[in-house]
């Protein structure tokens, strides 16, 4: 999630289609949708688990957001602007990850591998990107892959040649003095 769970609109990938995914559609309030379905003569479909406080989700509608409006009563709209800059912000460094793949990565069916030298001198927020999109191009997603799976890859990669680390699944990061195989 990150920074792209903070946008304003994510575009899922499956197999047949890109799905672009509203998710919360955090500039329209539900007072808005549900006046323009009143006047458009739609019914709107009510998603009942959105009342309930079982979930983590609601919890913070419901009860830390109008605690939050207390000490900042735009706090909605502060919401709103963080969203708009973390959409810009990661189709930012969507384009340099974008970049530096094309320049440090070598593909084969069964692993990923960088150019450790070119690796290195990338900035650290890139060479994260880079091991989360080598990770989830080997696997076919990123389940059960954590910030610190992201993380320590970083660091082997950043520290001595000869060294591995496994990950859940089966995949490995290993680290030589020309190569960075992730597979």
Same mark, same amino acid.
């Given at each position: 999630a990150g920074?792209?769970?903070?946008?304003?609109?994510?575009t899922w990938p499956?197999?047949? %289609? #890109?799905?672009?995914?509203?998710? =919360?559609m955090i500039t329209i309030s539900r007072d808005l949708i549900l006046n323009y379905c009143n006047n458009s003569g739609l019914e709107p479909r009510i998603d009942e688990s959105n009342f309930s406080d079982r979930h983590f989700r609601n919890r913070i509608r419901m009860? $830390?957001?109008?605690?939050?409006?207390?000490?900042? =009563? *735009?706090?909605?709209?502060? &919401?709103v602007r963080l969203s708009q800059n973390a959409e810009r912000d990661v189709k930012f460094i969507e384009s340099q990850v974008n970049e530096a793949w094309e320049k440090v990565?070598? %593909? #084969?069916?069964?692993?990923?591998?960088f #150019?450790?030298?070119? &690796?290195?001198? $990338? =900035?650290? *927020?890139?060479q994260g990107h880079l091991i989360r999109r080598a990770i989830e191009s080997v696997k076919g997603d990123l389940a059960n892959i954590d910030q610190v799976h992201i993380d320590e890859?970083?660091?082997?990669?950043?520290? =001595?040649?000869?060294?591995?680390?496994? $990950?859940?699944?089966?995949?490995?990061?290993?680290?030589s003095h020309q190569l960075v195989s992730i597979g």
């Amino acid at each position: 999630a990150g920074m792209t769970g903070m946008s304003e609109s994510t575009t899922w990938p499956s197999e047949n %289609h #890109d799905y672009r995914i509203i998710s =919360p559609m955090i500039t329209i309030s539900r007072d808005l949708i549900l006046n323009y379905c009143n006047n458009s003569g739609l019914e709107p479909r009510i998603d009942e688990s959105n009342f309930s406080d079982r979930h983590f989700r609601n919890r913070i509608r419901m009860e $830390l957001i109008p605690l939050m409006e207390q000490y900042n =009563p *735009a706090i909605r709209g502060a &919401f709103v602007r963080l969203s708009q800059n973390a959409e810009r912000d990661v189709k930012f460094i969507e384009s340099q990850v974008n970049e530096a793949w094309e320049k440090v990565v070598r %593909h #084969d069916e069964s692993y990923i591998a960088f #150019d450790r030298t070119g &690796f290195i001198n $990338l =900035p650290l *927020a890139i060479q994260g990107h880079l091991i989360r999109r080598a990770i989830e191009s080997v696997k076919g997603d990123l389940a059960n892959i954590d910030q610190v799976h992201i993380d320590e890859s970083v660091s082997l990669v950043n520290g =001595p040649a000869g060294k591995s680390l496994d $990950l859940p699944h089966n995949i490995r990061t290993t680290v030589s003095h020309q190569l960075v195989s992730i597979g």
